[in-house]
């Protein structure tokens, strides 16, 4: 049947070297009452800690978090605020597409932060969110990136947990034996750093690779051991999944009553967290005992509930499996004509969504019906269908076995080649980078990166109604150092009034040479007395610099500041070209007000 794996691992394991608050509580004290980078860094790692114990609570903690990094422009503290925010509502299941646009903003941020820790807990969920989405190619490309990094970092407990979200991506896109190799690495790691709560998370998924395979001994092996891994944690969610997968194993063994027990206990366990997803998974695992105990108008309602949800939630992947439950349920009840027409749509949807398996088991069950209907013609052809689609399932379990372990040895193979790719890629990739987007004199950003990156960055602070503003600066009387000094001596007056800006701006702001001896700094969520306070920083810095100690004829060299804003009270008609063209006119009165200064 169409059941998942289930993708419940925390994007970001090891918290020591993330450069903020481990991830246990941290209770605010009654002295905590301004908002400080520490005190938003707290909430933030408060959010993370409960986010699985009860993720309401998660959420609005990141809200104040957000709210208060905001005040201070605080951009770490908002960057971690916005991912934490987008995971909490994944696991709510909320708009998958405000949630992935959290994290794509939080990914952006972390990336101009150099937060590397960041950038992989951010690509992390998005990756979980693309799967989320039925996007698994995506998926998978996310969480590769992730394991880069995390390998990088020498994060093991990290690389256990995108190699269990890895593999949950490669068993959607039928790569079974690679899915099988990731999840025994993530279990060999998260023993190798003692984290159980890693190794819970692996032991489930294979747990579930063997229920898909209907085989319950290997499958009620691993998700016993996942159930004691998760005995010493505080993570429910992982908890919840693992007694309703339990329960599904019970129901193989025709223990009904267990099964029945593992779902009282998930019940309770979803309910607490808010997750919409695992309730649906346990409701749809309660129908499946209660139509195998005979009591069918209650399975029919626990299935048709559960299959509500899915379509609210378009989980695409569930709901083929589901239809042919419910299916199977009405024709129990002797109402053919409805159960072969829900077997229509799950035809459909399982052939759409690539899922052999359930589409086999929907004409198993519409041969059946048409058979005890007097209808052999309709019963011999899908009896011949299903047949098709279970050839390569009814091999020998030996010769299965024997495919498998040459797929895993084949798997660790492509993946050592692989990770030897993706670091050259990565490392291609960024003096591809470096070259189109940096000023090949400066190092600061390029014409080209700069005309890119204003309509985007506008864009978005117009998109999550955040303030805007941008300064655009001149070097005063430059054409005299040329002319007396030498272009030599000009370059070295541009590279280090590029390097003070750089070194004097917040880590989210761009630094671009604009052209000649004209430079432009965006500042993205900063309102107009902030972006001014920030150009007089600027400009001062340069002013103090020792530019004697680039040539001793070198008189002190000085700048032209304009700023242009947008604030979100403003005309909704702006463009990104109107706040550059303010910035140039304030720079012209700078100028004419006799230069070494900023207007705005």
């Not at 996310?142 to 994060?155: E, W």
């Not at 019940?267 to 919409?276: C, K, N, P």
């Not at 063209?581 to 207007?599: F, P």
Request: hydrophobic letters at 40%; aromatic letters at 4%.
């Amino acid at each position: 049947m169409g059941w998942r794996s289930i993708d419940r691992r925390a994007p970001g394991a090891l918290r020591e070297n993330r450069g903020h608050a481990p991830p246990g509580p941290h209770p605010l004290t009654s002295a905590a009452l301004q908002p400080t980078q520490e005190r938003i860094d707290a909430l933030n790692a408060e959010a993370y800690a409960c986010r699985h114990e009860d993720t309401r609570r998660a959420l609005a903690l990141c809200r104040q978090a957000s709210a208060l990094a905001q005040s201070i422009d605080y951009v770490r503290g908002q960057a971690y605020a916005l991912l934490r925010t987008a995971l909490c509502e994944f696991i709510l299941a909320r708009d998958h597409e405000r949630c992935k646009s959290r994290v794509q903003h939080s990914l952006t941020l972390l990336r101009s932060l150099a937060d590397r820790a960041g950038e992989a807990e951010a690509l992390n969920l998005l990756g979980t969110v693309h799967s989320a989405r039925a996007e698994h190619d995506d998926a998978t490309v996310a969480h590769r990136q992730a394991l880069v990094l995390r390998q990088a970092l020498n994060d093991v407990a990290g690389q256990a947990g995108s190699l269990n979200n890895l593999a949950i991506s490669l068993r959607r896109l039928a790569h079974q034996g690679e899915a099988v190799d990731c999840l025994r690495q993530s279990l060999a790691l998260a023993q190798q750093v003692g984290d159980v709560r890693a190794a819970g998370y692996a032991r489930l998924n294979l747990g579930l690779v063997f229920l898909d395979q209907d085989d319950p001994e290997p499958a009620a092996e691993h998700l016993g051991q996942a159930l004691i891994d998760v005995h010493s944690t505080t993570d429910r969610a992982l908890e919840c999944s693992v007694h309703t997968a339990l329960a599904r194993t019970r129901l193989l063994q025709g223990e009904c009553d267990a099964a029945q027990r593992h779902l009282q206990q998930a019940r309770v366990l979803a309910l607490a967290t808010g997750d919409i997803g695992d309730l649906t998974r346990v409701q749809l695992a309660w129908g499946e005992v209660e139509q195998a105990m005979g009591r069918l108008p209650a399975a029919e309602a626990q299935l048709r509930a559960a299959l509500a949800t899915l379509r609210r939630l378009q989980d695409r992947e569930i709901e083929a499996d589901t239809l042919r439950l419910l299916a199977h349920n009405l024709w129990l009840q002797n109402q053919a004509a409805p159960a072969l027409s829900l077997l229509g749509e799950a035809l459909a949807l399982a052939t759409a969504q690539a899922q052999p398996n359930v589409a086999a088991q929907v004409h198993r069950l519409a041969s059946d019906i048409h058979e005890a209907l007097g209808d052999p013609a309709a019963s011999l052809r899908h009896f011949r269908a299903y047949h098709v689609l279970m050839q390569p399932q009814q091999r020998s379990q030996r010769e299965t076995n024997r495919q498998l372990a040459a797929a895993l040895e084949a798997a660790q193979q492509a993946e050592r080649r692989k990770d030897e790719a993706l670091v050259a890629l990565e490392r291609q990739t960024e003096q591809l980078r470096q070259l189109t987007r940096e000023d090949g004199l400066t190092g600061v950003a390029n014409r080209r990166w700069l005309d890119l990156q204003l309509p985007r960055e506008y864009e978005r602070s117009r998109r999550f109604g955040h303030a805007f503003s941008l300064a655009m600066i001149d070097i005063d009387d430059f054409k005299a150092v040329n002319d007396r000094l030498s272009h030599a001596v000009g370059d070295s007056v541009l590279r280090g009034v590029a390097q003070l800006l750089r070194h004097s701006c917040r880590g989210s702001d761009l630094v671009a040479r604009y052209g000649g001896e004209e430079f432009v700094v965006l500042m993205a969520e900063t309102a107009a007395a902030d972006a001014l306070r920030t150009a007089e920083k600027l400009r001062r810095a340069v002013q103090a610099h020792d530019w004697a100690s680039l040539h001793p004829g070198l008189p002190a060299v000085t700048i032209s500041i304009g700023v242009g804003s947008w604030d979100p009270a403003a005309d909704s008609e702006c463009t990104a070209r109107d706040v550059l063209a303010a910035a140039d006119r304030q720079l012209y009165l700078a100028k004419q007000g006799g230069k070494n200064r900023t207007c705005g």
